[in-house]
């Protein structure tokens, strides 16, 4: 059985590749978690091409989940979805805060949900109260 994939997206590559690794010890090994972070040649800004190739990363057969740190990834991800042709793989955005629904997101992945699920799960950490 596959499991849903995630994809964060972030401005910076450094920050999408930590939470991609904290993502992936939530997901027990059984989530691919990729990040696209950055542009291809490293300065801070977000890539198409990056979100693009991480989610077909990312897909393993139940569909993909994207989660964006800041108002341009969230654009780039749209972007994605509005231009996205393969119709054999379902790709979500997740309207989540960056980390913490990416370790929503890993969890209820690894437990077997599906893109509806994951995403929600994702979206409802916006709920996880620190104080």
Do not use: C, Y
Not at 28 to 45: F, Y
Not at 102 to 109: E, F, H, Y
């Amino acid at each position: 059985m596959s499991n849903v994939g995630i994809v964060l997206i972030s401005h910076s590559r450094t920050l999408a590749e930590g939470a991609a690794e904290l993502a992936r010890q939530m997901g027990v090994g059984q989530v691919a978690v990729r990040a696209a972070g950055g542009t291809e040649d490293g300065g801070l800004g977000t890539s198409l091409d990056l979100v693009e190739a991480a989610v077909r990363e990312a897909d393993e057969g139940a569909g993909v989940v994207l989660i964006g740190d800041l108002g341009s990834s969230v654009l780039t991800a749209k972007t994605l979805l509005e231009d996205w042709e393969d119709a054999g793989t379902e790709v979500a955005l997740a309207d989540a805060p960056f980390v913490e629904g990416a370790v929503a997101a890993a969890s209820a992945a690894a437990g077997g949900a599906d893109v509806a699920a994951v995403t929600k799960a994702a979206h409802e950490a916006w709920e996880f109260r620190k104080a």
